[in-house]
């Protein structure tokens, strides 16, 4: 089982629809989730951050974190062509005294108009 | 700030060749780490500095890999001897913290190495 796992892709939705990213990781000691945004060619940049449990908004990006189920997952209401791009999810592990951030193999998204 | 900078964008090399990758990260990062994205297995860490020291290197994925950071603005990875296999994009980024916390990271224009 990989620690961060997302699925492939991809998700294609028409322009102004919601779209739901999802991801779900493997331990249970992680507090720290994040979610990049990546362009085709271009470096990752950090979109979204979570720690606790339920919803935090910023705009037309939601995060949604359960960690009972050890899931998370990233709403894009209203989407735009311009949010066509690889969308990758990242959880700290804590282990041997540091943290360190693993990402998922992300998931694209191609918004249609 | 010019962000992080990293160097070449692009190297085709071939197999057995010695390749250095470059990074400078932004100015007062304490942290700096080395990643590599393959289609494959996603976006892996390498390693990572803290203080120009290095904390973490169990993601190298073996002895041809090396990585040094001998002053706060300057990092390198080298690999030899190159294999075929290591073609992927490499990024450095940098932070103010270990990125797992509550800062982000600032990643680097990636590093396209093509290894024949």
């Known amino acids: 089982q990989k620690e961060v796992e997302q699925n492939s892709g991809p998700l294609s939705v028409p322009e102004g629809a919601i779209a739901s990213l999802n991801c779900t990781y493997s331990?249970?000691?992680?507090?720290?989730f994040f979610w990049y945004r990546q362009y085709s060619g271009k470096s990752p940049e950090l979109i979204m951050s979570?720690?606790?449990?339920g919803d935090k908004e910023d705009g037309r990006f939601t995060a949604q974190l359960n960690k009972a189920s050890q899931y998370v997952s990233l709403l894009i209401r209203d989407s735009q062509p311009s949010d066509s791009a690889t969308y990758l999810c990242?959880?700290?592990?804590?282990?041997?005294?540091?943290?360190?951030?693993?990402f998922g193999a992300g998931t694209r998204l191609a918004v249609h108009p | 700030d010019a962000g992080v900078i990293q160097s070449p964008r692009h190297e085709v090399t071939e197999m057995g060749q010695e390749v250095t990758l470059r990074c400078k990260p932004i100015?007062?990062?304490?942290?700096l780490f080395w990643y590599r994205q393959t289609m494959m297995r996603g976006l892996e860490l390498l390693i990572y500095?803290?203080?120009?020291?290095?904390?973490?290197d169990s993601g190298m994925p073996e002895d041809r890999f090396s990585a040094k950071m001998p002053n706060a603005s300057f990092s390198t990875l080298k690999i030899q001897p190159s294999e075929p296999r290591d073609s992927a994009v490499y990024f450095c980024?940098?932070?103010?913290?270990?990125?797992?916390?509550?800062?982000?990271?600032?990643f680097g224009s990636g590093t396209q190495l093509s290894v024949l």
């Open positions: 980024a940098s932070s103010l913290a270990d990125g797992a916390t509550n800062e982000k990271l600032f």
């Open positions: 331990d249970r000691g992680s507090q720290s």
């Open positions: 979570i720690y606790s449990n």
């Open positions: 990242a959880v700290n592990r804590f282990s041997g005294g540091y943290n360190k951030l693993i």
């Open positions: 100015s007062g990062h304490d942290y």
């Open positions: 500095f803290n203080n120009n020291v290095p904390i973490d």
